[in-house]
């Protein structure tokens, strides 16, 4: 059950995962060729490779409707199959066959499609290039990503990929599904390391598996799954290794009785193996029953209905896997026969007296005479000092000490019996699901993308997203936001609704954050943008700067030493306390950046999402110290009567120095930082994603030299709990009306029409609503591992002390009979689940706390919302468990000992 239930719990996060992303593929090489593709294939760590070319756009009636793409075999059988659901007919082979998703299908008012129906779509090729065609659908599926940031897929055949001039031998993208235990830089280290890339552009795009990040959350790794699994299963061991060995003794001595009437030992072996597998077949088919029961039919549904629901359910998902059932099975059935063996061996090796007087105890030889100290007159001395209630402490312990390998292997199974409990309680309570979101602010205010940046789909996908994802990372940029509002005085959030914000009754100005910076026009040396250009100097030249006209040019290709952006980029100030963080992490890698000029406000910082190759982070090592400068956007006056004017009158404002705004004085790049990087600290960013644009980061002092004013760009409040839902009213009546004013605003374009960028926000409560159902499933799952374990521990405990007793009958009957009196006996019982009890809860307390805290420290490294809350009420619980089992079992022995005499 234990293992079912986490294997169920891993693969559908795999499922969602996958289904979410619309591929299995965990990485990427873009535009390799087919020598890559051979060397990719033949990596140890790569389980899967495909090909895909992506061809462009297709639309219908002038709107856009899907991407059309080819895959090979690889790439559509492994990993885009397995991420939809409702897949009807086969991949296109002839030319003019094509394969949609039911999206396109519903965007093309289809709501019956059948297999061979025409479907006319013109297809972009490139930026000038396009193509009416008419084709066959071949087939259809349903898929899942999210509509607003996703165009829908559709696959082509490769006989119409030949016929549009691809040839995926030369530029294909190679997807790649990594060994699940490595993590994602790991396999692009070995990616850059073992494939030869054509450039030093060739980018490998990398993360992890679906199977790592779920493992991940689960025990944080497959070692720590390995370990856990070897706890348990040890737990489980004891339990049966110790149950089997207390019983033995009466066995020993039945089985011994068999050799005075003359019964062979091939015999007593058929006798006592007979009497094993009358209870081991029972138990383990009941067992099997009851786990396959659970995981075929409940737990799929549960699974399906908590984590599923917007992913197609759990029809395709199988969590029940009969190795797993077989495998316990054996377990149980080797371990279980091998005891038997051991029995059965000391029997029919054994004299009939010594057969019949067998105890369990191992007689201990005393060392000569220094063994008789402190016997006779002394020890008689002792037992006299001792009172009754002692002497019944004295008698307990004695009776455990006699049989102290017994005695000891239980303490140890039931300690990990525990340990493995109060270990599942740690990880499940610390990666719970709802601590992603509550590291998140109370709300999150930011600018919204303008209208045609929405029309696009840019900026609506941090609404369905995973809420531990960021997100103001996205596919839009700075233009995006900026289109139609690309004036001096817009800021995404104005200075009126920041204050009205701030002064909100129950915001804690102290907890909350605003970022503050610009959007400007960055002017950078054609050595300094050379890290962040796709094509780099291999095409231009062994010497990139021969030959440079000075001067200020547009694009890389232009032969100017200055490179003139065509966009706006974000200029964000850093805080003290992130420029402190920021000192501190450079100083402690020792990596090549100048952080005394950007402290210093001399310089400015590149911060990128992960976005460059090893042979462009060595340029960039290169190009710290280059110049850069920065021109502010016209007033929305100006704005306006320049998009006004005719081209020819663009022109000669240009030559008269009119079309931009002001300049600032020389900056020096202080560095490229990677904020994907090992350790990276906490730094907010706004809208960031693109390879578009370039995310500057300033200091203070560097701000206060920029020729223009402090923008609010990003704002995070976190409130009083009990006044969070009357701010939740106020904020969204502030954005409502915000919104409305800017709507109705004067736009900067020709006609006038598109008003100002609005404003959105996120609330922290929304999300916890939204994942409500997912985190009620995943503590569904996580509790019945516990569950299992917690049931197993006190089982453990139940058989020790039953089985001890009854082992110990004609003991106890004697000392009733001499006059033992029912209080003492029940008296002593209780004692000695005292001892038991005492001595786990010692080890619980001191090495187990330790272990506890040692799974914390792993945990935290592997999930950054781990919170680890220490299980004292699963203590006390246990504790409360075994105090009853305890008593359960001591009345009943009581009262059986009772009725017998």
């Known amino acids: 059950m234990v293992f079912g239930i986490s294997y169920g719990k891993v693969r559908a996060e795999c499922t969602k995962a996958a289904r979410a992303a619309g591929t299995t593929a965990s990485v990427c090489i873009r535009d390799a060729d087919e020598s890559q593709y051979a060397i990719v294939n033949g990596l140890g760590y790569v389980k899967q490779a495909g090909r895909r070319v992506s061809v462009g756009e297709a639309a219908s009636g002038g709107e856009a409707v899907c991407q059309v793409q080819w895959l090979d075999e690889n790439a559509w059988e492994k990993m885009m199959k397995p991420a939809y659901t409702g897949i009807h007919g086969e991949y296109p082979e002839k030319p003019q066959e094509i394969m949609l998703s039911k999206r396109t299908l519903k965007n093309l008012d289809i709501d019956n499609p059948e297999k061979g129906m025409l479907i006319s779509l013109e297809v972009s090729m490139g930026l000038f290039e396009t193509r009416q065609e008419e084709f066959q659908l071949s087939g259809w599926f349903t898929d899942y990503t999210d509509g607003a940031s996703h165009a829908a897929p559709a696959y082509a055949a490769e006989a119409k990929l030949e016929d549009w001039g691809y040839d995926p031998d030369e530029k294909a993208d190679i997807l790649i599904c990594q060994s699940d235990n490595i993590n994602w830089q790991e396999a692009e280290e070995k990616l850059y390391t073992d494939v030869p890339m054509k450039s030093s552009g060739q980018a490998v795009s990398a993360s992890n598996t679906f199977a790592y990040d779920a493992v991940s959350q689960l025990a944080g790794s497959y070692g720590m799954a390995a370990l856990g699994a070897v706890v348990i299963l040890s737990g489980m061991f004891f339990l049966l290794y110790n149950v089997m060995q207390i019983s033995m003794a009466g066995d020993?001595?039945?089985?011994?009785?068999?050799?005075?009437?003359?019964?062979?030992?091939?015999?007593?072996?058929?006798?006592?193996?007979?009497?094993i597998l009358r209870i081991l077949v029972p138990g383990v088919c009941i067992g099997a029953f009851l786990s396959a029961g659970i995981l075929l039919a409940v737990l799929p549904r549960i699974l399906g209905k908590q984590y599923l629901n917007e992913y197609g359910g759990a029809k395709e998902l199988v969590i029940f896997r009969p190795e797993i059932l077989?495998?316990?099975?054996?377990?149980?059935?080797?371990?279980?026969?091998?005891?038997?063996?051991?029995?059965?061996?000391?029997?029919?090796?054994?004299?009939?007296?010594?057969?019949?007087?067998?105890t369990g105890l191992k007689i201990r030889k005393r060392a000569g005479k220094k063994a008789d100290k402190g016997t006779?007159?002394?020890?008689?001395?002792?037992?006299?000092?001792?009172s009754v209630r002692l002497e019944l402490w004295y008698m307990a312990w004695q009776n455990l000490n006699r049989y102290r390998g017994r005695f000891l292997v239980t303490v140890l199974s039931l300690f990990l019996g525990v340990e493995a409990f109060l270990g599942v309680a740690v990880v499940t309570s610390g990666s719970d699901y709802a601590h992603v979101i509550e590291k998140r602010p109370d709300f999150l205010i930011a600018g919204q993308f303008s209208s045609w940046g929405q029309e696009m789909g840019y900026g609506s996908e941090y609404q369905s997203r995973d809420a531990g994802e960021d997100p103001m990372k996205t596919e839009g940029d700075a233009f995006t936001l900026l289109y139609g509002n690309d004036y001096d005085e817009f800021s995404p959030i104005s200075p009126d609704v920041k204050t009205k914000l701030l002064n909100l009754d129950g915001v804690d100005q102290e907890r909350s954050y605003i970022m503050e910076g610009a959007y400007m026009i960055s002017t950078i040396s054609r050595k300094g943008i050379r890290p962040m250009q796709s094509e780099t100097a291999e095409s231009q030249g062994e010497d990139a700067g021969a030959g440079e006209k000075e001067g200020v040019g547009y694009g890389y290709d232009s032969g100017f030493e200055m490179?003139?952006?065509?966009?706006?980029?974000?200029?964000?100030?850093?805080?003290?306390?992130?420029?402190?963080?920021?000192?501190?992490?450079?100083?402690?890698?020792?990596?090549?950046?100048?952080?005394?000029?950007?402290?210093?406000?001399?310089?400015?910082?590149?911060?990128?999402?992960?976005?460059?190759t090893p042979a462009q982070e060595k340029l960039a090592q290169e190009s710290v110290g280059e110049p850069v400068f920065f021109t502010g956007l016209l007033s929305k006056e100006e704005r306006i009567r320049w998009n006004q004017m005719t081209p020819k009158e663009r022109d000669a404002a240009v030559d008269k120095g009119e079309g931009n705004g002001k300049q600032s004085e020389t900056f020096r790049i202080s560095g490229y930082l990677d904020n994907q990087a090992e350790g990276f600290p906490h730094i907010r960013q706004t809208w960031h994603g693109s390879e578009g644009n370039i995310y500057y980061l300033i200091s203070e002092e560097g701000f206060e030299k920029l020729p223009i004013q402090k923008k609010t760009l990003y704002m995070e409040l976190n409130v009083e709990k009990e006044k969070e839902p009357q701010i939740k009213r106020d904020i969204q009546k502030i954005v409502s009306l915000e919104n409305m004013s800017r709507a109705q605003a004067v736009g900067t374009d020709v006609d006038g029409g598109i008003g100002e960028a609005g404003i959105f926000y996120i609330s922290k409560s929304d999300l916890l609503s939204e994942a409500a159902a997912y985190i009620r499933g995943t503590r569904l799952i996580l509790g019945s591992i516990s569950a299992v374990l917690l049931f197993a521990g006190l089982t453990n405990y139940f058989n020790v002390v039953i089985t001890g007793i009854l082992t110990r009958k004609k003991e106890l009957e004697v000392m009733y009979n001499i006059g033992m009196t029912e209080k003492q006996m029940r008296k002593m019982f209780l004692i000695e689940g005292g001892y038991y009890c005492g001595l786990v809860g010692i080890l619980t307390l001191t090495a187990g706390n330790g272990i506890l805290r040692w799974i914390s420290l792993y945990m935290e490294t592997k999930l950054s919302y781990f919170d680890f809350q220490y299980p004292i009420g699963w203590e006390l619980a246990l504790l409360l468990g075994f105090a009853v089992i305890c008593l359960v079992v001591t009345e009943a022995a009581v009262r059986g000992l009772k009725r017998s005499k």
């Open 326 to 358: 077989a495998a316990s099975a054996i377990f149980v059935i080797l371990l279980t026969m091998s005891v038997a063996a051991g029995v059965v061996h000391r029997v029919v090796n054994a004299s009939c007296v010594e057969t019949m007087h067998y």
């Open 376 to 386: 006779g007159k002394d020890r008689k001395t002792k037992r006299e000092k001792r």
């Open 252 to 275: 020993v001595r039945q089985l011994g009785l068999l050799n005075t009437i003359g019964t062979t030992r091939k015999q007593i072996r058929k006798i006592y193996y007979g009497q």
């Open 563 to 612: 490179i003139e952006g065509f966009n706006q980029d974000v200029i964000q100030i850093l805080s003290r306390e992130e420029m402190a963080d920021l000192k501190r992490y450079v100083t402690e890698r020792k990596l090549p950046v100048d952080i005394k000029s950007l402290e210093q406000g001399r310089g400015v910082m590149i911060l990128h999402d992960h976005q460059l």
